[in-house]
């Protein structure tokens, strides 16, 4: 069972006056409506998220305050990484392609099919 509006009311008054709130873990922890309500009364004063249900995210009023800030979830991307992915992929396939087993392969099971 994965937790759900974990921040609601009760948890939201807890935080001091005028604090940030950042969620780059799910967007299910967070009540919308109720951070919608703390971010315009100025509870919360402003709110920062790159975790969505859906991509793109569906539209919500409080994502056009101007307290808001929405980017995509990709916090741990750069120009290195994306090199470093890339060059792992290649070297998989060049593996299954040499019938080798690829030296990242995550098995279950301890069972491994290369077909």
């Known amino acids: 069972m994965?937790?759900?509006n974990i921040l609601d009311d009760d948890r939201l008054g807890l935080l001091k006056p005028g604090a940030i709130l950042i969620n780059t873990a799910r967007s299910q922890l967070v009540e919308y409506e109720t951070l919608y309500k703390?971010?315009?009364?100025g509870r919360i004063r402003?709110?920062?998220?790159?975790v969505y249900d859906f991509e793109p995210p569906q539209l919500h009023p409080m994502f056009s305050l101007e307290n808001v800030i929405l980017t995509p979830h990709l916090g741990g991307t750069c120009n290195e990484s994306n090199i470093r992915m890339g060059n792992t992929a290649?070297?998989?396939v060049i593996a299954v392609l040499e019938k080798r087993t690829p030296p990242n392969l995550i098995a279950m099971n301890d069972e491994v099919n290369l077909c």
């Open 2 to 4: 994965k937790p759900a």
């Open 38 to 41: 703390a971010l315009l009364d």
């Open 46 to 50: 402003g709110y920062g998220v790159d």
């Open 90 to 92: 290649v070297i998989n």
